[in-house]
C-alpha cells in the first residue's frame, strides 16, 4: 500500500525566507504525488501534482517539488516565503482506488 | 457551475443521535469520496464511490453509511454519533479514474457532545 510521510507538523519561516516542506512516501509502484494547500477554514486546494513526467513540478503561487526516487522524496519548496502562504500543507499519494492517501500535514508559519 | 457543496457548515450532536452529511457536486463526477480531517492525522478516506449505485470503504469506515443513488449526491450517515466522530469533514470527487485531481468541498466541522 501507498503511504506518504511528511516530517515536522508545523515550520516556521520569516517572510522572505526559504520555504521547504518534506514528504517521502513509500510505495511499491510508480508514485503519483500531490501537494494540497488549506487556508484557515477552508477547504483543500491543489498546489501541484507529480503524474511520471517531469521531475521538477511547478505548481501554484510560486511553489514547486522535486520527485527523487532514490530519497523517495517530494518536498516543497518556495524560494521566497510570503505572509500569505501561512497555511496547513499536505503530502498525499494516489491509491489504488484512485483515492488519496494523506500525510499528517505541516502548518507553515510565516513572520514578519 | 458551483463545484462540490456540503451542508451544514457546523453541527453539534449529542453522543446517540443521527444525522446525515449532505454531499453534492454539479461537474458530473463519477467518482465521490469522503474524509475526515483530525489533528496531526491528516485526512483519512471513510467511503467512496466509483459511481451511482457503487460504494466501497476506505480506512476509517466504521459508524457511517454512504449509498449513491444518483452521480450528484453522495450522502454520509452517522447512525450514533460518538464523540470520537468530533471531526471536520471533507466530500471531494473527481471526473473518472483516469483524472488525478480531486476536488473538495468546504468541509462540515461537526462536533459531538
Known amino acids: 500500500a501507498q503511504s506518504v510521510t511528511q516530517l515536522g507538523s508545523h515550520v516556521s519561516v520569516s517572510e522572505g525566507a526559504l520555504v521547504l516542506l518534506r514528504c517521502n512516501y513509500s510505495?511499491?509502484?510508480?508514485?503519483?504525488l500531490f501537494w494540497y494547500v488549506q487556508y484557515p477554514n477552508q477547504g483543500l486546494q491543489l498546489l501541484l501534482k507529480?503524474?511520471?513526467?517531469?521531475?521538477l513540478v511547478k505548481g501554484i503561487n510560486g511553489f514547486e517539488a522535486e520527485f527523487k526516487k532514490s530519497e523517495t522524496s517530494f518536498h516543497l519548496t518556495k524560494p521566497s516565503a510570503h505572509m500569505r502562504d501561512a497555511a496547513e500543507y499536505f503530502c498525499?499519494?494516489?491509491?489504488?482506488?484512485?483515492?488519496?492517501?494523506f500525510g499528517g500535514g505541516t502548518r507553515l508559519m510565516v513572520k514578519p | 457551475n458551483a463545484g462540490v457543496t456540503q451542508t451544514p457548515k457546523f453541527q453539534v450532536l449529542k453522543t446517540g443521535q443521527s444525522m446525515t452529511l449532505q454531499c453534492a457536486q454539479d461537474?458530473?463526477?463519477?467518482?465521490m469520496s469522503w474524509y475526515r480531517q483530525d489533528p496531526g492525522m491528516g485526512l483519512r478516506l471513510i467511503h467512496y464511490?466509483?459511481?451511482?449505485?457503487?460504494?466501497d470503504q476506505g480506512e476509517v469506515p466504521n459508524g457511517y453509511n454512504v449509498s449513491r443513488s444518483t452521480t450528484e449526491d453522495f450522502p454520509l450517515r452517522l447512525l450514533s454519533a460518538a464523540p470520537s466522530q468530533t471531526s471536520v469533514y471533507f466530500c471531494?470527487?473527481?471526473?473518472?479514474?483516469?483524472?488525478?485531481?480531486?476536488?473538495f468541498g468546504p468541509g462540515t466541522r461537526l462536533t459531538v457532545l
Open positions: 464511490s466509483v459511481g451511482a449505485g457503487i460504494t
Open positions: 498525499a499519494v494516489k491509491n489504488a482506488g484512485n483515492m488519496l492517501t
Open positions: 461537474m458530473n463526477h463519477e467518482y
Open positions: 471531494a470527487s473527481t471526473p473518472d479514474r483516469a483524472t488525478d485531481t480531486q476536488y
Open positions: 510505495s511499491s509502484v510508480p508514485p503519483y
Open positions: 507529480y503524474t511520471s513526467a517531469a521531475t
